[in-house]
Structures are given as C-alpha cells and as structure tokens.
C-alpha cells in the first residue's frame, strides 16, 4: 500500500542554520507529494505541493524538490527562523485515487535562539 | 476563503459512553474527512465521503460511525469511547482532485476518563 516515512521525530536548530526534514513515499501510481505545517494549536495548512519530477517548488523560504527515482520529497530552508517551529507533515496522494492523503508520522521542528 | 468549523473544542467523555463530534465547511468542497491525530503517529485516516450521502472507510474505522447529513456537514461517532483515551480529532475538507489542497478545521480533543 501507500506510505510515507519521515526519520526525524523531532529537530532541534538554533536560529539561522539550515533545515532538511526528511521525507520518502511508496506508491505505484503517479505521486503527489505535499508538505503541511501545524503550529501549536492550530490547524494543519499546506506549505508545498509538487507532482513534478525534478522540479524545485518554493514557498514562504522553503523549498521541495520531487525525486520520483529515489522516491523523495525532502523540505529544505536555508536559515531557519523562531517562527519556524512546528509541527510539518508530509503527504502523499496517488494519482489514481479520489481524495485520500497518506500522511508521515511527523517532524517536530523547534528553533532557538 | 472559507473555514471549517468543529465543535466541541474540547470533549470529555467516560469510558463506554457514545460520543458525536461535528463539523461544518462553508468552502462549497464536495469531499470530506475525519482524521486523528496521535503524538508521535501523524493524521490516520479514520473516514472520509466524497459527496452528500457517501461514506468511505480510512485505516483507522473501527470503533467509529460518520455521517454526511449534507454537503456542507460531516459528524463522527467514537461508539465506545476506550478509558485513557487522548487524541485529537481534524476535520477536513477538498475539492476533488488529485492535486487539491485539503483544508483542515482546528480539532476536536478527545479525553476519556
């Protein structure tokens, strides 16, 4: 079946360091890849989306790029902020299906100063 | 822009009990779902209805009901709410499509003493 798998449970950055949140997916069918990000009592909302191969998308400073050969979608920033910590998801929904996301477990990202 | 409203925010519940949980969107979206959220386990699909009047089961059914009274409601049963049960409860919604963005509400807690 479909899944997604996210290493990191929980990330922990000083203020201005780069990020990589690591995200690989399985599918058989054509993927989508999203990424959502949920502060702290608040609801999910999408940061990223892309369903093409090779092709970096971007949005609020960070950055995507699916890998349909190794079957990635890992979410990048160059300097991360206070304001940057969260909760951030990455989902999968293949492209034969109507509706369904597979979500990873999660990466609890904190910044400090 | 449109928003999706759950009710209650919070919820207590005794072992055994019943319990409803309800949700509204006024996005016009035909697809809705139910998630829950665990630490530490991301958003398991519990059901989900891709038009008024349909119902389809996600990886986590059992132990609960769902209906969709209409296009813009969709309510959650937990049947027998489980003892030391804690989790939070996402509503959601979408137009179809493969590439659409899913909007979520901001939860529903659930606590079981």
């Known amino acids: 079946g479909d899944s997604v798998t996210q290493t990191e449970g929980l990330v922990t950055l000083t203020k201005g360091l780069p990020v990589m949140l690591n995200c690989t997916y399985q599918t058989t069918y054509s993927p989508f890849l999203f990424w959502y990000v949920q502060h702290l009592n608040e609801a999910p909302k999408l940061l990223l989306k892309s369903s093409t191969d090779n092709k970096r998308t971007e949005h609020q400073g960070f950055y995507a790029t699916l890998h349909k050969s190794s079957s990635s979608f890992h979410l990048q920033k160059s300097s991360v902020q206070l304001s940057d910590s969260a909760l951030y998801f990455c989902?999968?929904?293949?492209?034969?299906?109507?509706?369904?996301?597979?979500f990873g477990a999660g990466t609890q990202l904190i910044v400090i100063p | 822009g449109g928003i999706i409203t759950q009710t209650p925010k919070f919820l207590i519940g005794q072992e055994g009990q019943k319990l409803t949980l309800k949700c509204q969107q006024n996005f016009n979206h035909d697809t809705m779902y139910w998630y829950r959220q665990d630490s530490g386990k991301g958003l398991r699909l519990i059901y989900y209805?891709?038009?008024?009047?349909?119902?389809q089961k996600g990886d986590l059914s059992e132990g609960y009901d769902a209906s969709r009274e209409k296009k813009s409601s969709f309510s959650l049963t937990v049947t027998s709410a489980q003892k030391n049960e804690m989790a939070v409860f996402l509503c959601?919604?979408?137009?179809?499509?493969?590439?659409?963005?899913?909007?979520f509400g901001k939860g529903t807690r659930l606590t079981v003493v």
């Open positions: 959601a919604s979408s137009r179809q499509g493969t590439n659409t963005e899913v909007f």
């Open positions: 989902a999968l929904r293949r492209g034969s299906a109507l509706g369904r996301l597979h």
């Open positions: 209805s891709i038009t008024e009047n349909d119902l």
